[in-house]
Every structure is written in structure tokens, then in C-alpha cells.
């Protein structure tokens, strides 16, 4: 089955360590979006990919970082995870950006950070 | 952006309907009206989208006022695994943040058996 697919499920990285999530796609979509997921908190929308062109979020912090090397795979880079980074990280994508565009979302990684 | 306002909770017997509200009053002509739910510990899970006429799926059914300042997500027999957040999102066809989902806080359903 087409599907989104997030690794690992669950990271813990130390405090200041740099940690890279990672996301795969086999549904061959142009656009892949990453998602900040606080506890009992909804889904934040940091940047997105549409194909190689990057669009980030105006409050993004410049410690999230994203790389795009081909259409199937995205990374999400944290440069320096603080205590407040700990969240799920949501994967997403979309054939299309537009308004009638649906988003299939990935499990997400639980990032736990110590 | 433009915003909607959702109850924080409700609750729903098993196999009956359940009619979820989404106010979305400063919505525009090209907006689109999405909604999302998200299981326990899953990502959310597209359910279905409309611009101005009602839409049915496999899924459930979405109404959406005349004026388009309104609408509800129907589900025709909710069952336990339907239990989730369900998210009304207004999705813009212009701009540069076309097609992004900016999430609310969303409706906790809770299902009885």
C-alpha cells in the first residue's frame, strides 16, 4: 500500500545533541510538509517542501532545519534540541498544494529529549 | 488566517449519528473546508473536504451552511474506533500558504458502547 512512513518512532537524543528525523513517501507526491505535534496540543505546521522549492513557517526557530534530496524522502534536522523541543513530529504529504489538496499524514516520531 | 470555532467535546452513543459543528464566520470565496481526525497516538487521518455543496463519502457526510459560514461533519453510525479529535480546517486556494493546514484546537468525540 501507498503510504507515508516515518523513522524511528521514537528518538531520545540529549540536550543540545543534534537529531535528524526521517520521512518517506512512496505515493509520489510534489509536496511534503513537517508538523510540531505538543502534547494535548494540535498539530503546528512548521515548513513544507514543494518539490525542491522550501517554504517555512514566519515562526518556525532557525534550530528546525529540512532537507528535500529527492521526492521520496524528507528530513527534519534539529540542530540543538532544548527541553521544549519534545514533541511528536507529524510527516505529511500532498499531490498538490492547493485548497482542495488532502494531506496523508505518516505515525510520527515521538522525540524525547533528556 | 481565517479561524473556526469547535465545541471542545462531545459525546455520541454507539451506532447512532453524530453531527459535528464547525463556525468558520471570516471564511472567503476560496476557501476550502476541510476536516481531519486524529486517533490516539496516530497521525491525523484526512476524513473530507468541501467548498460549497454538501459532500458524501465512505467515510461520512459534510453539510455546509448557504452562506458558508457553517458547516457539520456527519457520521451516520458512530462506532468506538470512531472515538478521536475531529479538526475543521479552512484551507486557502491563494496566496503562498495555499493548501497548508493550520489546526485548531479541534472536538474530543468520545463514543459509548
Known amino acids: 500500500d501507498a503510504m507515508v512512513i516515518q523513522n524511528p518512532r521514537y528518538q531520545v537524543t540529549q540536550f543540545g545533541k543534534p537529531v535528524t528525523l526521517s520521512c518517506s513517501q512512496t505515493?509520489?507526491?510534489?509536496?511534503m510538509y513537517w508538523y510540531q505535534q505538543k502534547s494535548s496540543q494540535a498539530p503546528k505546521l512548521l515548513f513544507h517542501y514543494y518539490d525542491k522549492d522550501f517554504n517555512n513557517e514566519a515562526d518556525t526557530p532557525d534550530n528546525f532545519q529540512s532537507r528535500r534530496p529527492n521526492t521520496s524522502f524528507c528530513f527534519l534536522d534539529i540542530r540543538s534540541p532544548g527541553l521544549g523541543d519534545a514533541a511528536m513530529y507529524l510527516c505529511a504529504t500532498s499531490r498538490g498544494a492547493s485548497g482542495a489538496s488532502e494531506q496523508y499524514f505518516g505515525p510520527g516520531t515521538r522525540l524525547t529529549v533528556t | 488566517d481565517a479561524k473556526t470555532t469547535q465545541p471542545n467535546s462531545m459525546e455520541s452513543n454507539e451506532e447512532e449519528p453524530v453531527h459535528l459543528p464547525c463556525n468558520h464566520s471570516?471564511?472567503?470565496?476560496?476557501?476550502?473546508i476541510h476536516w481531519y481526525r486524529q486517533l490516539p497516538s496516530q497521525g491525523p487521518e484526512y476524513v473530507i473536504h468541501g467548498l460549497t455543496s454538501n459532500v458524501n463519502n465512505r467515510m461520512a457526510s459534510l453539510a455546509i451552511a448557504e452562506d458558508r459560514k457553517s458547516s457539520t461533519l456527519i457520521l451516520h453510525r458512530a462506532t468506538l474506533r470512531d472515538a478521536a479529535v475531529y479538526y475543521c480546517?479552512?484551507?486557502?486556494?491563494?496566496?503562498?500558504?495555499?493548501?497548508?493546514?493550520?489546526f485548531g484546537k479541534g472536538t474530543k468525540l468520545s463514543v459509548k458502547p
Open positions: 471570516t471564511i472567503s470565496g476560496t476557501d476550502y
Open positions: 480546517i479552512l484551507s486557502f486556494d491563494y496566496g503562498g500558504s495555499q493548501g497548508n493546514l493550520i
Open positions: 505515493l509520489n507526491h510534489n509536496v
